[in-house]
């Protein structure tokens, strides 16, 4: 007889657009033009308000193979323990998709709970607290690894977490944003297991940074990615995109924009009067 068990300490992993994948459902993020975050709005709620989408959100347009495969090896892993018996293949396939989407809505957001812990921990280097308390589901050395980083690389903590909204119609959070030798940098954190597969950077990363510098006004900004390993405490891995890079993933996020105005009927960009 098959019995459920609750995914523990699995979550997607760092998906190409940064977008944690929960039941099957890709979470839209919103915020106000004021930057405000406006989390659980409707699309509906969204065109009243004139709220503007994540940065995530509209990169989750493009397909992202790494997140597919995510999805196929929990169906497999469910496949695997829920034996066929007397199912009809019908009835097993529709059994194999339920268990998996109800699992997956139950996995615990570790990548969250990473943020969480991060942006604590700059939030110390800044004297805004003295102390917090992490998800029992962080390994505090993955998080300690990621600060010493930042010291070895001379990166200075400036803001952490910050909101904003461009007139183009697109806000987001920056996690991090810092200056190292005079230069801004733009700081996106990543969190994966890597054990056995190695520290993976995806184009799409760029194009994250890329949204993230001009959303915040440092177009000049240096631009990184940071993967923190999940299953080797202690390893990280970082890249600094090159300008190049920055400048061609930044037209092809312009460019899925306009795509998601145009598939969602919905076009918050406002003009900015300069005087």
Not at 83 to 88: G, H, K, W, Y
Not at 217 to 238: A, H, M, T, Y
């Amino acid at each position: 007889m098959f019995q459920r068990k609750q995914i523990v300490g699995i979550s997607p992993p760092p998906s190409r657009s940064g977008v944690c994948l929960l039941g099957g459902m890709m979470s839209d993020h919103w915020y106000t033009q004021l930057g405000e975050p406006a989390y659980g709005a409707t699309l509906k709620e969204a065109r009243e308000r004139r709220l503007v989408p994540s940065v995530t959100t509209v990169l989750g347009i493009k397909r992202a193979p790494g997140l597919e495969w995510w999805k196929v090896s929990q169906h497999l892993a469910v496949a695997h323990e829920m034996q066929p018996d007397s199912m009809s293949l019908t009835e097993w396939e529709r059994a194999v998709r339920a268990e998996t989407k109800v699992r997956m809505s139950e996995a615990p957001d570790i990548g969250s709970a990473y943020h969480d812990a991060l942006e604590a921990e700059t939030a110390k280097m800044l004297g805004k607290i003295d102390r917090y308390t992490p998800s029992p589901f962080v390994d505090t050395r993955a998080v300690r690894a990621a600060m010493d980083w930042l010291e070895a690389q001379e990166i200075v903590p400036v803001a952490a977490e910050v909101p904003f909204a461009h007139p183009l119609g697109f806000g987001g959070k920056v996690d991090l944003i810092g200056k190292r030798k005079g230069r801004s940098v733009v700081l996106d954190y990543k969190t994966s297991e890597t054990s056995g597969k190695g520290f993976r950077f995806y184009p799409e990363y760029c194009a994250q940074l890329a949204a993230y510098g001009e959303g915040v006004f440092l177009p000049k900004s240096s631009r990184i990615s940071l993967i923190i390993s999940r299953d080797e405490p202690g390893r990280v891995q970082s890249k600094t995109w090159t300008p190049g890079e920055v400048a061609r993933r930044w037209e092809e996020f312009k460019h899925l924009l306009e795509v998601w105005k145009i598939n969602n009927n919905h076009d918050p960009s406002w003009e900015v009067n300069v005087q």
